[in-house]
Antibody, heavy 120, light 107 residues
C-alpha cells in the first residue's frame, strides 16, 4: 500500500525556519518525481516545489523561491522541505505528493498533510 | 504561468443529477490535465488524468474530456459521497497550477 506521511509542522514566528519530512512507503521511492503542495485556510491548492527522482532537477513556485528548498534521501525513502524566512502567508497544510516517472504526470497519492502556522 | 479558470465556482445539485464542470487554460496544454476531488479533512484524490483517463478505482460515473485549452469533468447520477470540491490541474509545464475549485453541494 502506497503511503506518504508528513511530519515536522508546527507553530513558528515570522522569520523563523522549519523542516518538513515525508516518509514514503509501499513503492519504489527512488524512481518517482515528488512534490509539495499546500493549502492555506480557506484558499485553493497551491503547488510549492518538485524534485526529480534522482534530485537532478528542482522547481519552485515564485512565492517560495529563494526561501524554501526541496530535497530527498532515496536511501531513507524520505522527502524534505526546508522552509526559511517564513511569512504569515506561508501558513497552510503542506501535502507531500507523489508525481510520476516524469515531471508531467498527475499527482497520486497525497499525504494527509502537516499544518504549518506562522504567527507572532 | 498557465492560468486555469474553472466554472462554476459553486454548484448546487440533487442526488441523481448530472453535472459538468469546465476548466479553461490560458494556453494550450495538450492533454496534460487532471481532475481531483477534495473532501474536508481528507487528502485530495485524483479522478481523471491525461484529460480523459479514469483513475483505477474511481466510479465510471466520472468522466473527463477535452484537449488544448478547454476541458470538462462530468459526473452522471450524483451520489451523496460526490459532494466535495473539485479542482483541475495542469502538468504541462512548471509551475504546475490548479484551478480555483468548484464546490459541489447537495440541494
Amino acid at each position: 500500500q502506497v503511503q506518504l506521511v508528513e511530519s515536522g509542522g508546527g507553530v513558528v514566528q515570522p522569520g523563523m525556519s522549519l523542516r518538513l519530512s515525508c516518509a514514503a512507503s509501499g513503492f519504489s521511492f527512488r524512481t518517482y518525481v515528488m512534490h509539495w503542495v499546500r493549502q492555506a485556510p480557506g484558499k485553493v491548492l497551491e503547488w510549492v516545489a518538485v524534485i526529480w527522482y534522482d534530485g537532478s532537477n528542482e522547481y519552485y513556485a515564485e512565492s517560495v523561491k529563494g526561501r524554501f528548498t526541496i530535497s530527498r534521501d532515496n536511501s531513507k525513502n524520505t522527502l524534505y522541505l526546508q522552509m526559511n524566512s517564513l511569512r504569515v502567508e506561508d501558513t497552510a497544510v503542506y501535502h507531500c505528493v507523489r508525481g510520476g516517472l516524469t515531471g508531467h504526470n498527475h499527482f497520486d497519492p497525497w499525504g494527509q498533510g502537516s499544518l504549518v502556522t506562522v504567527s507572532s | 504561468d498557465i492560468q486555469l479558470t474553472q466554472s462554476p465556482s459553486f454548484l448546487s445539485a440533487f442526488v441523481g443529477d448530472r453535472v459538468t464542470i469546465t476548466c479553461r487554460a490560458s494556453q494550450g496544454i495538450s492533454n496534460y490535465l487532471a481532475w481531483y476531488q477534495h473532501k474536508p479533512g481528507q487528502a485530495p484524490e485524483v479522478l481523471i488524468y491525461s484529460a480523459s483517463t479514469l483513475q483505477r478505482g474511481v466510479p465510471s460515473r466520472f468522466s473527463g474530456s477535452g484537449s488544448g485549452t478547454e476541458f470538462t469533468l462530468t459526473i452522471t447520477s450524483l451520489q451523496p459521497e460526490d459532494f466535495a470540491t473539485y479542482y483541475c490541474q495542469q502538468v504541462n509545464g512548471y509551475p504546475v497550477t490548479f484551478g480555483q475549485g468548484t464546490r459541489l453541494e447537495i440541494k
